[in-house]
């Protein structure tokens, strides 16, 4: 295997995109430090590296990236990272009459305000070796806003998006580039966690998307049938770190190609409407009132 000019941290690295990330960079040669919020899930990280045959490479860490106090504290213990992939993330569902203020704050704080923090902690020791990788694991819901009740989660990656492209002329002099890998559906713990929040607001009959909820839930869980492997992700976040010229977006997946080619050339009332109709939004009342 190449030498590899350091080792990398994966975010939310237990599952889904991280987790095949993870695996698959680590049988390429990379020693991989990888995030979990918990023990439990650490332990899970390290069973599928043993089962991958990676174990010796792979090197769980048990921290909550949007602890940011914690983030700081915990990189003092850490090596200089060539690489970081800010993949840890998760859809918060509701509308956004009902999302309360702190779990708005939460949704930005893990998915917008942590790859900051864990860039900014990078930074420093990718100038020490001389240039570095940051990949943002954004999401097609950061180019074009089409998920109903999914409107924080949309704001999280449209900032990520903003962050990135910012961050990138930042850091460009010091040999670090940053790359935006914009997923479509895939299946993901987002997706299935997207189809508990709205089984959960579901049961509130008396709110007035209750129907919304009803339409959402049945179709992630569909998605979530069907949905192809995290695995094409993780195959695009390595073309990233080991490219010698990274793209700066990195569009994975035929919806995600398909929304962005025929985005420019779709009037916003035509999406508009596909967008109620998708969640059921021209009467949202759930079907037993009807």
Request: charge should be neutral; charged fraction near 20%; hydrophobic fraction near 45%.
């Given at each position: 295997?190449?030498?590899?000019?350091?080792?990398?941290?994966?975010?939310?690295?237990?599952?889904?995109?991280?987790?095949?990330?993870?695996?698959?960079?680590?049988?390429?040669?990379?020693?991989?430090?990888?995030?979990?919020?918990?023990?439990?899930?650490?332990?899970?990280?390290?069973?599928?590296?043993?089962?991958?045959?990676?174990?010796?490479?792979?090197?769980?860490?048990?921290?909550?990236?949007?602890?940011?106090?914690?983030?700081?504290?915990?990189?003092?213990?850490?090596?200089?990272?060539?690489?970081?992939?800010?993949?840890?993330?998760?859809?918060?569902?509701?509308?956004?009459?009902?999302?309360?203020?702190?779990?708005?704050?939460?949704?930005?704080?893990?998915?917008?305000?942590?790859?900051?923090?864990?860039?900014?902690?990078?930074?420093?020791?990718?100038?020490?070796?001389?240039?570095?990788?940051?990949?943002?694991?954004?999401?097609?819901?950061?180019?074009?806003?089409?998920?109903?009740?999914?409107?924080?989660?949309?704001?999280?990656?449209?900032?990520?998006?903003?962050?990135?492209?910012?961050?990138r002329v930042e850091v460009a002099s010091f040999g670090v580039?940053?790359?935006?890998?914009?997923p479509g559906l895939f299946k993901t713990g987002i997706i299935?966690?997207?189809?508990?929040?709205?089984?959960?607001?579901?049961?509130?009959?008396?709110?007035?998307?209750?129907?919304?909820?009803?339409?959402?839930?049945?179709?992630?869980?569909?998605?979530?049938?069907?949905?192809?492997?995290?695995?094409?992700?993780?195959?695009?976040?390595?073309?990233?770190?080991?490219?010698?010229?990274?793209?700066?977006?990195?569009?994975?997946?035929?919806?995600?190609?398909?929304?962005?080619?025929?985005?420019?050339?779709?009037p916003r009332a035509l999406t508009d409407l596909s967008v109620?109709?998708?969640?059921?939004?021209?009467?949202?009342?759930?079907?037993?009132?009807?």
């Amino acid at each position: 295997m190449a030498t590899r000019p350091g080792p990398l941290l994966v975010t939310g690295a237990n599952s889904g995109i991280g987790l095949a990330s993870v695996l698959r960079l680590a049988g390429r040669g990379w020693h991989v430090w990888g995030t979990a919020r918990s023990a439990e899930k650490a332990e899970a990280l390290e069973a599928a590296a043993r089962e991958a045959d990676v174990a010796e490479r792979v090197h769980p860490l048990v921290l909550d990236v949007s602890d940011h106090d914690a983030v700081s504290e915990a990189w003092q213990g850490l090596p200089d990272f060539y690489g970081v992939i800010n993949n840890a993330g998760y859809s918060e569902v509701g509308a956004i009459e009902e999302v309360s203020a702190a779990r708005a704050r939460t949704q930005l704080d893990v998915n917008l305000i942590a790859p900051a923090v864990v860039s900014s902690c990078a930074l420093p020791g990718m100038r020490r070796l001389g240039g570095g990788r940051i990949v943002m694991v954004s999401s097609i819901a950061g180019r074009a806003s089409v998920l109903p009740l999914n409107g924080w989660y949309h704001a999280s990656k449209f900032g990520l998006e903003a962050l990135s492209d910012v961050l990138r002329v930042e850091v460009a002099s010091f040999g670090v580039v940053v790359s935006l890998v914009e997923p479509g559906l895939f299946k993901t713990g987002i997706i299935s966690g997207t189809a508990e929040q709205a089984n959960e607001a579901q049961q509130h009959r008396d709110s007035p998307y209750a129907g919304a909820y009803e339409r959402v839930s049945w179709y992630t869980n569909l998605i979530e049938r069907f949905a192809p492997s995290p695995d094409h992700v993780a195959r695009t976040i390595v073309s990233a770190v080991e490219s010698r010229r990274p793209r700066r977006r990195y569009l994975v997946g035929l919806d995600a190609l398909a929304l962005v080619a025929t985005q420019p050339f779709t009037p916003r009332a035509l999406t508009d409407l596909s967008v109620r109709a998708f969640g059921g939004l021209f009467n949202s009342r759930p079907r037993d009132r009807y």
